[in-house]
């Protein structure tokens, strides 16, 4: 029999100072991005299933938590918030040309086999940029994303930024049909660069292709050979996505924050929605990415608007877990909690205590004296928790 005090595999309970210090860093993230003008925006925990099918190009239906209403209609618990913007977007602001700018807050639910520590329910903070098809998009986006994870205190990141179109370019040069551009496209999202040499070989195809195909796989591109992909294009599509990454890098040279970036080709994500660049970024301490993102100007035309659009989403539980492991917690620079610990005829004072201490906004909790409890019991407990209290 289950235990009625335990958690299913996959999620887990949070509470005390590591849900404080998770809250701090959702608010300080979702500062950044509102400096930004980004408005806040809520959706549904659950959609039709339709929102996140196959079409769409988002998480595998299996991977997904599904459940039926009275109506006998296919509901899931949202995979990723992106889709569900996407729909918001197309049926409130249809007819909007100007940019739109929105930024959300909670959790998503993917229902994996595969947990190797992962969570199942996890937090997430995201911001779109729809109807914007420019660079400057892609480099506000990055930007925030830079600028999020420095105030959130993390120092050493790094983030990895691809472009899609350089792959289809290349698969429609080679002619490749839409079965093997995806079986060709897993082997390199997945990093198995022996399996898609072995795949290639298997393919007619022209041999400079074959080897730019190849060339796919070698990650962390320095400039200069970014520009010797950009001059050895031969096709428009893929010269046009090398172009665009190094007008980013440029772009973010002038503010000082190109040292955050680096490029990979081989970045192929498993969301098949993403139609330019994709970025995504990584720290000391956590073995999974912090933030994902990317440019997906088809998305939301599933739903009936036509809008180019750059978001991203940021990975709260491994940002927490990446600021505790390198000893950078916020726990240190809050303010401390007043315990007022107060005998029953004294309770009317110690409740205008608490009102005093906070107006200077200092939390302040009231705690009743209980009887046969000492002086030393309460100033332990607080010392535990690195409070102060005094008694009344």
């Known amino acids: 029999m289950i235990s009625l005090l335990h958690t299913p595999d996959g999620v887990r309970d949070l509470y005390g100072a590591e849900l404080k210090e998770k809250k701090r860093l959702a608010a300080s993230i979702n500062r950044t991005i509102e400096l930004y003008g980004y408005d806040a925006l809520d959706t ?10 196959k079409d769409i190009g988002t998480t595998p239906s299996k991977d997904l938590y ?31 040309k100007l940019p739109l700018r929105f930024c959300y807050e909670g959790n998503t639910y993917i229902n994996t086999s595969e947990l190797q520590g992962k969570l199942k329910e996890t937090t997430q903070i995201g911001f779109e940029l729809i109807n914007d098809s420019s660079i400057y998009a892609d480099v506000e986006a ?12 993390l120092k050493e990141f790094q983030i ?19 079965e093997t551009e995806l079986t060709l496209r897993d082997y390199i999202t997945s990093k198995n660069f022996y399996g898609s040499r072995e795949f290639l070989s298997e393919q007619k195809i022209d041999a400079t292709l074959l080897d730019k195909l190849e060339a796919i796989s070698k990650v962390f591109l320095p400039q200069k050979d970014l520009e010797a992909l950009y001059e050895n294009a031969t096709n428009e599509r893929s010269r046009n996505a090398i172009k665009r990454l190094l007008d980013i890098q440029s772009l973010l040279a002038k503010a000082g924050y190109d040292r955050f970036v680096s490029f990979d080709l081989s970045m192929l994500s498993k969301y098949h929605y993403y139609t330019g660049i994709i970025f995504t970024a990584y720290t000391y301490g956590v073995g999974d990415s912090i933030v994902k993102g990317g440019r997906y100007d088809k998305l939301i035309g599933q739903f009936g608007k036509e809008a180019p659009s750059v978001g991203c989403v940021f990975q709260i539980d491994e940002i927490l877990n990446a600021i505790r492991r390198n000893h950078l917690s916020f726990t240190d620079n809050d303010q401390k909690k007043t315990l007022i610990v107060y005998k029953p005829e004294n309770y009317e004072k110690a409740l205008e205590e608490a009102r005093k201490i906070r107006k200077d906004d200092i939390p302040a909790e009231l705690v009743f004296w209980e009887e046969g409890f000492s002086k030393e019991y309460y100033e332990k407990k607080a010392a535990e928790t690195g409070n102060q209290c005094f008694f009344i």
């Open 66 to 96: 599904k459940f039926f209403d009275k109506e006998g209609n296919t509901l899931v618990l949202r995979p990723d918030f992106t889709p569900s913007v996407a729909r918001c977007a197309a049926k409130y602001f249809s007819e909007e």
């Open 142 to 153: 990055i930007t925030i994303v830079i600028e999020s994870l420095l105030n959130s205190g």
């Open 160 to 178: 990895s930024i691809g472009e899609s179109n350089y792959f289809k370019g290349i698969c429609e040069e080679a002619n490749l049909d839409e």
């Open 44 to 53: 549904p925990a659950f959609e039709y299933f339709d929102v996140f099918s």
